[in-house]
């Protein structure tokens, strides 16, 4: 089966910086995505890594190491709107499907 | 906004009733996803289609889901005789070129 594990809570300050992590066990793996979600709403793309390495897109950056079936995802300068639910996902199977993590809800406080 | 809509946004109904959710993606997805997702929980992929073909469907798709893809375009997502259970978000997704999936704003379906 698939499976990916994150934590389930993260609370920082805001200006900190936070990592969340992800490792996960699934066959025929394309790469990992991020998504935020806020609370009523949709989740939101933030980004993809099919290789390894590290991506930064603003103040949101996402690392891969295939090898380790492992990613994080970091977030810097944080301000209260990022407050959300964070979710890793992994892209597999031929029809390229998503299987999400269960989510990691930051709370970030003043 | 990814330019993916999907109707309604909510949705409330009695139980053994019948619903269709609809979704439009842009026109550069030819790819089209639709996922469940319940309370404190993430997504759960549901089916796919490549164009108008539906190419893959998960065992949650009970015989109670049927989904369709009429010319390749918008999508329905139809529940029949709808169970508390089936209570949730349903979110269409839709690619184009690489993995990247982006998602309407959900339909939120609470069955009585």
């Known amino acids: 089966g698939q499976s990916l594990e994150q934590p389930s809570e993260v609370t920082a300050v805001e200006g900190a910086i936070v990592q969340i992590n992800c490792t996960y066990q699934?066959?025929?793996?394309?790469?990992l995505s991020w998504y935020q979600q806020h609370d009523g709403g949709a989740p939101t793309f933030l980004s993809y890594?099919?290789?390894?390495g590290l991506e930064e897109t603003g103040r949101f950056s996402s690392f891969l190491s295939r090898s380790d079936s492992y990613g994080y995802l970091l977030l810097q300068e944080l301000q209260m709107k990022d407050s959300a639910s964070y979710f890793c996902a992994a892209t597999s199977g031929s029809a390229r499907q998503l299987t999400f993590g269960s989510g990691t809800q930051l709370t970030v406080l003043p | 906004d990814t330019g993916v809509s999907q109707d309604p946004r909510h949705k409330i109904t009695k139980r053994g009733q019948n619903v269709t959710f609809r979704c439009d993606p842009i026109s550069e997805h030819n790819r089209l996803y639709w996922y469940r997702q319940t309370l404190g929980q993430g997504p759960e992929f549901l089916t796919y289609?490549?164009?108008?073909?539906?190419?893959?469907k998960s065992r949650l798709l009970s015989d109670r889901f049927s989904a369709e893809r009429p010319k390749g375009s918008f999508s329905t997502l139809e529940i029949q005789r709808t169970e508390q259970g089936d209570s949730a978000m349903y979110l269409c997704g839709g690619g184009g070129v690489g993995d990247t999936q982006y998602f309407g704003p959900g339909t939120r379906l609470t069955v009585l």
């Open positions: 890594n099919a290789l390894d």
């Open positions: 699934t066959s025929g793996f394309y790469g």
């Open positions: 289609f490549q164009n108008e073909a539906q190419l893959e």
